[in-house]
C-alpha cells in the first residue's frame, strides 16, 4: 500500500520529482569524482614506481614522500658509492623538478636506467640523444598535442619531442639527467637514488647497512614508499574526503527536508483523507520516509551514471589526472544520500503526521 502511494506521489509532480533526484546525484557524482580521483592518481603512482625495478628508494630526511615536493639536495657521487655497498647490484640517480600539479620533469641517465630496467617501452620514436631531446607518455602527448619530432615548451624551454613512452614506468616526462641539473641550477645534485639488491633475500640487510652508513638520509623498501601513495596515507586527503562527504550529506538533507515539506503543504487534504480513514502518525510518517528514501536511491542511481560522464570528461580533456571507477565507493555513497535524504524526512514526515484530520480536510 505505501509503495503505491509513494508512486503515484512522485508520478503526479514528476518535474519536483526528478529535479529533486537529480540535485541528490550531484554531490554523489562529487563524492564518487573525488575518490575516483584520488584512488587513480595514487595507483599510477605506485605503478610508476614499481616500474622502476628497484628495491630500496634513499633520499633526503628532509624530503616529502611526493617526488614532485623533494628536493634535490642528494649530492650525485653518493650513487657509486651506494654501488659499492655489500649486495647492492646497482643505484639510479634521479632528479625530478614539479611543473604543474601532477606532471613532474624526471631527469636520468639513460645507461644507468636500461641497466636497471631494460629502458622505456617506445610506442613511438626513439630513446634520446640530443640534450634538447624530451620523452613523454601516451597522456602528456595527448594533453598537450605532442608529436614525435615536433616542439614543447617545458620550464620556459623548447623541447624536440624524441620518443612517445609507454605509462608505468618512473615518470610521465624524461629528459637527460645532467640536462635538467643545468637546467634547474642543480649541479652534481639528485633528488633520490634507486638501489637494486643482487638478491631479494638481501633487501633488510642492505636497508640496515644504509641506514647505519647514512643516518642523515631516509632509507625505505619500496614496499614503503608505495604505501605512502594510498589515499589514507596521503597528508590531507583523508579529510578532505570527509569534508565532501559531509557536504553531501547536508545537500541530501536540505532537498529532501524542502521537497518533502513542500510536498506535504501540497498534500494536506489527502493526509486528511488518509487519517480520517484510521492511517496511523506512523503510517504517515511511512509515507514521507519511503518517498525519501526512493529519491535518495533515484539520486544514487543518477550520480553514479554522472560519475561516468565527468570520468570520461577527465580522460578527454585532462588525460595525465587518472581516475578510476571505485566500485566499492558506491554502496558508501548509497549510505551517504539515504542518511541525508531520511534525516531530511523526519520533520516534514512528523508535520504530516500530526495534522488534525478536520483541519487537514478542510484545507485549501
Request: aromatic letters at 6%; one cysteine or more.
Amino acid at each position: 500500500m505505501i509503495g503505491k502511494i509513494v508512486l503515484e506521489n512522485l508520478k503526479h509532480r514528476p518535474l519536483r520529482s526528478l529535479l529533486s533526484i537529480l540535485l541528490i546525484g550531484v554531490p554523489v557524482t562529487l563524492i564518487l569524482s573525488l575518490v575516483g580521483l584520488t584512488h587513480g592518481m595514487s595507483e599510477d603512482s605506485q605503478k610508476r614506481q614499481r616500474g622502476i625495478g628497484a628495491d630500496i628508494v634513499v633520499k633526503s630526511s628532509t624530503a616529502s614522500q611526493a617526488v614532485s615536493f623533494s628536493p634535490a639536495n642528494v649530492p650525485e657521487p653518493l650513487v657509486g658509492v651506494i654501488e659499492k655497498r655489500p649486495h647492492v647490484a646497482m643505484a639510479l640517480g634521479v632528479i625530478n623538478q614539479n611543473i604543474e600539479l601532477p606532471l613532474v620533469v624526471t631527469g636520468v641517465d639513460l645507461t644507468q636506467w636500461k641497466k636497471m630496467t631494460g629502458g622505456f617501452h617506445y610506442l613511438e620514436g626513439h630513446e634520446l640523444q640530443n640534450d634538447d631531446d624530451i620523452l613523454l607518455d601516451r597522456y602528456v602527448a595527448q594533453q598537450r598535442k605532442a608529436t614525435v619530432g615536433g616542439k614543447v615548451n617545458i620550464l620556459n624551454r623548447d623541447w624536440h619531442v624524441a620518443g612517445i613512452i609507454d605509462t608505468g614506468m618512473l615518470a610521465r616526462i624524461v629528459v637527460k639527467l645532467s640536462e635538467l641539473q643545468t637546467l634547474i641550477a642543480a649541479h652534481n645534485k639528485i633528488t633520490q637514488i634507486y638501489v637494486k639488491a643482487d638478491d631479494p633475500k638481501n633487501i633488510p640487510l642492505i636497508v640496515k647497512d644504509l641506514q647505519a652508513f647514512l643516518p642523515s638520509y631516509s632509507v625505505q623498501t619500496m614496499d614503503e614508499v608505495l604505501a605512502a601513495f594510498r589515499p589514507e596515507n596521503i597528508p590531507g586527503v583523508s579529510q578532505f574526503t570527509v569534508v565532501v562527504v559531509a557536504i553531501g550529506i547536508v545537500i541530501g538533507f536540505f532537498v529532501v527536508c524542502l521537497s518533502m515539506y513542500t510536498a506535504v503543504l501540497q498534500r494536506t487534504r489527502e493526509i486528511g483523507i488518509l487519517k480520517s480513514l484510521g492511517a496511523g502518525k506512523g503510517f504517515i510518517l511511512g509515507i514521507v520516509l519511503t518517498e525519501a528514501l526512493v529519491m535518495g536511491m533515484a539520486g544514487t542511481a543518477v550520480g553514479i551514471l554522472l560519475s561516468f560522464g565527468s570520468y570520461a570528461l577527465i580522460r578527454v580533456f585532462v588525460p595525465t589526472m587518472t581516475v578510476v571507477i571505485v566500485f566499492t565507493w558506491w554502496p558508501v555513497a548509497l549510505g551517504i544520500t539515504l542518511l541525508g535524504a531520511g534525516l531530511g524526512s523526519l520533520y516534514p514526515g512528523w508535520n504530516a503526521a500530526s495534522h488534525d484530520p478536520i483541519e487537514a480536510l478542510s484545507y485549501e
